[in-house]
C-alpha cells in the first residue's frame, strides 16, 4: 500500500488543516504538548499562557514530557508571531474554552499565526467530558504516527473500576478542590465545571460544592469558609500562578485543614491522556481509602 502523502485533521472549531506531508516539527501549547508526548509524540517546542512564567514552563502542566528534549518559547506578551516560528514549525497545537479563542495567544497573534502555520484547536472546556477531550487528543496523535494507546487505555478503566467500587461503599469521604490565593482568600472549585472533577462526581466521590454566587467556576472566599466544608481530602491547585501551601503554614484556618484533611496535588489544566488520568484517579483512590479508615 502507497503511503499517504496528504495529511488533515478537522479540529474542534470545524477547521480542517492539511499539509503535504504528516507534520513532523509540532509546536504546543504545554497542556496539548504533555498529552500528545504520552500518546508517544515529541513536541518540538511548548509555550504557556499568560499565567505562566516566561522563562520556564509550570511543572504541573508538563505531565511526564522530556523538558531536556522539548524547548520552551514562553508566555504572555513574549509570545509573538516570529517567537513562535523560530523553530519553523509545520504544525501548532493550541487549546480553546469555548467559542474556538486560541488558548494563550492574543488574537491577532493567532490570527497572524495561521497565515504561516497550520493550526489545530482542541476544545477542552466545560462543554465537553473528560473521555470526549482524551479522545480529541488520540485522534490527533493517531493522524501524526502515534499507534493506538491500548495498554494505557486498560490501565485507565482498572483505575475506573476501582475508585468506583470504593466510592459506592457506605462511607464517602467529603473532597474539596481549591486554588489558593493567598493569606486571605482561596478560590473553592465548582465540580460541575471542570471535567476531570465531573469524572470524580460520576465514579461517586463526595465532591463538596461550594455556596452559590458569582464566579462561574470558583467560589472566593476565605479560608474559614474552604474550613467549614469540612473536608476530609483536599485537591490543592498546584499550578505556577496558585499561591505554594509552604506559604500557607502560618494560616490558622488552613492548618486547621491540613491538621485534619489529606491533600492531594491537583492541575485544573490536567494532561488528557489515559496514562495522566489513570495516575490521577489511582491518587484519589488511595486518598479515600486511607480517609475512610479513619472514618
Known sequence: MREQTVWQFSDDRGQLSTAGRRP???LAYVQAGATLWDHGMRPSAIFGSDHDDRAVPDAAKTGSM????VGYLG???TL???TLLSGEPDLVVAVSYGGGHVYGLAPETAKHLEEHVPVVVIDVGQARTLAEIGDRFAQLARSLGA???????QDLEAARDRLRTLAAGPDRPRVVALSPAGQDRTHLARPRMWPELRVLAELGVDLVEPAEGPGVNWSTGGWADAAALRPAIVLADIRANATPLDELRTNEEWSAIEGVARVLPWNPEP???PQAHARFLTLVTEALEAATRRL
Open 24 to 26: 513532523a516539527r509540532v
Open 66 to 69: 522530556s523538558l531536556a528534549e
Open 75 to 77: 508566555a504572555g506578551s
Open 80 to 82: 509573538d508571531v516570529d
Open 147 to 153: 499507534e493506538e494507546a491500548t495498554t494505557a487505555t
Open 271 to 273: 494532561v488528557c491522556s
